[in-house]
């Protein structure tokens, strides 16, 4: 099976290792500049955003959003920022789902939640305070023209709030705790929570570096199943990892009895969708005329990750 088939050569792909540890650095240089510091008041808020933001993310959505990008010859520094408050705004949602309102969660990243290493209302502003630096971040990026700020600032709004964005994900996932959830409620749940954004991330690359229309709909084809490969690998990860690996506690989505692919159609079946999302992703890049190694490469990532 496929899911079974591409993890060895990932696994030992040194181009995929180094280009994920370069985006990392990049973009934790450039979090670090545009993040206040923990001695600017309030340091509270502000030593919680530090805590949350540096605590080993794998910086995904800005190696997405700059691999797009670097496909249709976007200059580096063209990206970066937005790269940057793609984080900030993935960072804000994983400090509000790990509030006890939400998925009550004590360890994130390998370590204590910002909730928890703070206090709940320090946390609830740390994530209000990451989202608008976000938005003031790629307003204010004077590497790209006013029309494109706007552009790129809508395309983030819409895929982090509702109606069918994250925001809109969470709250449907909140709704299907203990009750009977069916495939296609279970899809769109994962679509929005969680695929939203990396859709996002993908379209902003291709917007930033002039994509044209088809190949934007290429695009969105290939970040629609990663955002879904994503979140079902995630939900299998839940089940068969440990705590160690995954940085995060296991075994909660079972416990809080969330709908989960394992859950609604057991491993055998989640194994087999995330197959077809990996080959659908690939498939959807294989319209683009430029090459595509770089997306690919993500693809596999997602598919051989353990954490």
Known sequence: M????SVSSVVNNPIATEFLASCRLTVDAELDRLIPKESESPQRVHSAIRWSVFAGGKRFRPA???????????????LLRTACALEMIHTYSLIHDDLPSMDNDDLRRGRATCHVKFDEATAILAGDALQALAFQTIAEDEELAPALRIRLVAEVARASGVPEGM?????????????DVKGDELETIHHQKTGALIRAAARCGAMIAGANEPELEAITAYATNLGLL?????DLLDVTATAEDLGKTPGK?????KA???????????RQRIALAHRTSHEAIARLVCPTGKLSMIADFILERKA
């Open 2 to 5: 496929m899911v079974h088939s």
């Open 64 to 78: 997405l959003l700059m691999a797009v990008g670097q496909t249709f010859g976007a200059p580096p520094d063209h």
């Open 167 to 179: 925001v809109a994900g969470q709250a449907l996932d909140l709704e299907a705790e203990s009750r």
């Open 230 to 234: 994503f979140q079902i690998t995630d």
């Open 253 to 257: 989505d079972a416990r809080a009895q």
């Open 260 to 270: 989960t692919f394992p859950a609604v159609h057991g491993i055998e079946v989640t």
